[in-house]
């Protein structure tokens, strides 16, 4: 998959392709924008009456569930128990007191009052009416009563005998004198009658400005934000009792909606009005959705040419690099098949018959060989990388011990360069899954590296850490150091950053690139920390094995690794 996508990325198709994508965009957004237009102004008119109208349904909603609130827990209740406990003490249950005390609590309601269904002393001097003392927690008989409170019992006395109570499923049902009370006529079920009368007078002023005038900003908000006011008018006494901004006086005349009460507060009705025409804001809609269409347009387009124009700067570069490095390479081929050559016609021409000298023209071809071979195998690597058919021969290792089996072969060659050569590891390290031959060729580019761009101070350290999830292998050197605008294509198929040093250095620009890839493959990642004349440090992050395999023996795994080659300066290609 990755091959047949760099096959791709190389191609000129992905570059047609972001094109045509580009002006199709166009086609289409632009078109979208011309149906939008029409499709917008058919639409915006009902939707947004519609929307506003849901708005002010779900206020009417909210205030019908404040008044509900404070009795959440009366329909778990037994009424017979009720009728019982009245009958016996004159008073209520503790669990219906409770209710009571909630509800008295609230300042919704000022007072609270009780009569029997049998014989309402609203209409019989002679039967009591109680109220309910917050103090002593049980109904007094109160002599005063007001005229809402009859009115109130009046209407749920009146509706209850309209009520077929064989089919009725809840307690108690709720009536409402507009604004004034609210009376709960108590159902006993099993009976299928009538308990009594609860009546609660409404604190007009508290509804008003401490529940709806906030709960009406919340839900509806300034004018500018939803582009309506709305009124709360009182239509028996043609009052207007609230509103969402008072700088707007209310006209009957440019009332667009009408909301009522669901079966609460009969006689207060929400008018509502648009700022604005509809076809205004229709069109207002239209531009602004027009200019978004057209910036996703341009953003698309735009980001298409850019696109191009990168991909195409860096094929250019690439063919750049490559050139260079196929020139490059065709002279380093030459040099020592030349050389084999020369000193090869020197010995069959019989010029050469001293053993002495026989050893040294042997010798002198035999590095050369080496030489070549080595370059030709990181064409080979290169290769296998760019085609997919590199192998991943990983096994559980820790890593501490490979890198110190690396070390000690290495050490003495290092330190006869003149380098200060230093392993430093932590003292537990997890396992993780390695390729060690892939591990080989990792540490050998970079020391070789290291080698290579290290002139004044001449130190190169390897440091291991760990933690539970990761081990970090650390090759830092005090050498030449990388510039940061170079940094980002260091790990790039033949680049090489372009200075006095490197110009004088042999190189083809596929170390790091191979170590990426390799690094890769063993699941891991590689970053790289430099300054201009401080050096570099190249970091190298593997995921630990958690679990240890079943039959893992590590000595058996290191007896198989063998880290016998050298890394060698003048014969290793960089």
């Known amino acids: 998959m990755r091959s047949i996508f760099n096959r791709f990325k190389q191609s000129n198709t992905l570059r ?54 404070p009795f959440r827990n009366l329909s778990k209740l037994d009424m017979s128990n009720l009728e019982d406990s009245w009958n016996e003490t004159g008073d209520f249950p503790v669990n219906f007191k409770e209710v009571l005390l909630d509800a008295i609590d609230d300042s919704l309601f000022s007072d609270i009052y009780y009569t029997s269904d049998e014989r309402i002393g609203c209409w019989y001097p002679d039967e009591p009416i109680y109220k309910f003392d917050k103090a002593s927690a049980s109904f007094i008989v109160e002599k005063n009563v007001p005229k809402e409170v009859c009115d109130g019992i009046g209407i749920s006395k009146s509706r209850m005998n309209t009520v077929s109570l064989q089919n009725y499923r809840w307690n108690n049902k709720v009536e409402f004198d507009a604004h004034r009370s609210m009376t709960l006529a108590l159902i006993d079920m099993d009976q299928q009658k009538t308990v009594g009368h609860i009546n609660f007078l409404i604190n007009r002023e508290y509804l008003l400005n401490n529940v709806m005038k906030p709960k009406l900003a919340i839900k509806i908000g300034t004018p500018d934000e939803s582009g309506i006011v709305v009124w709360l008018r009182d239509w028996m006494q043609d009052e207007i009792l609230l509103s969402s901004d008072d700088s707007f006086a209310y006209d009957r005349g440019k009332v667009d909606i009408r909301q009522r009460f669901p079966d609460l507060l009969d006689n207060w009705v929400l008018y509502a009005s648009f700022l604005e025409s509809p076809s205004v804001a229709a069109t207002k809609a239209s531009v602004n959705r027009n200019f978004i269409l057209l910036g996703i347009a341009v953003f698309i387009l735009f980001g298409a040419f850019i696109f191009m124009f990168i991909n195409a700067q860096r094929e250019r570069d690439f063919a750049r690099r490559q050139a260079g490095f196929l020139a490059n390479v ?179 620009g596929l170390g790091l690139s191979i170590v990426k890839n390799l690094v890769e493959l063993n699941g891991g990642i590689i970053s790289l920390k430099s300054e201009p004349e401080r050096g570099a440090t190249f970091s190298i992050s593997f995921p630990a094995l958690v679990k240890v395999p079943e039959g893992y023996n590590e000595q058996e795994n290191l007896n198989s690794v063998n880290f016998s080659k050298r890394v060698e300066l003048d014969k290793y290609v960089g």
């Open 16 to 69: 047609w392709f972001f094109l045509g994508a580009g002006i199709l965009a166009v086609i289409v957004l632009t078109g979208l924008n011309v149906y939008s237009l029409y499709a917008l102004r058919e639409s915006t008119i009902e939707s947004a009456k519609e929307n506003r109208k849901s708005q002010l349904e779900e206020f009417t909603e909210t205030i019908r569930h404040r008044f509900s609130y």
């Open 330 to 508: 065709t002279h380093e081929l030459k040099t020592p098949l030349a050389v084999m050559q020369a000193a090869g016609e020197n010995i069959s021409d019989g010029r050469v018959t001293e053993g002495k000298r026989l050893k040294e023209y042997g010798t002198h071809i035999y590095g050369e060989a080496i030489r070549l071979r080595k370059m030709i195998d990181k064409l080979l690597d290169v290769a296998k990388v760019d085609s997919g058919q590199t192998v991943v021969e990983q096994a559980p290792y820790q890593l501490k011990h490979l890198i110190s089996n690396y070390y000690e072969t290495n050490k003495e060659y290092v330190k006869e360069k003149g380098f200060e050569f230093s392993f430093k590891a932590d003292e537990k390290n997890p396992l993780v899954m390695i390729d060690p031959d892939h591990l080989e060729t990792i540490m050998n580019n970079l020391i070789e590296n290291s080698l290579k761009y290290s002139h004044k101070e001449k130190e190169i350290r390897i440091d291991l850490v760990s933690d539970k999830d990761h081990v970090q292998l650390s090759v830092t050197d005090k050498g030449e150091g990388i510039p940061k605008k170079a940094q980002k294509n260091v790990f790039d198929k033949f680049y090489r950053v372009e200075n006095s040093l490197t110009a004088k250095t042999k190189g083809h």
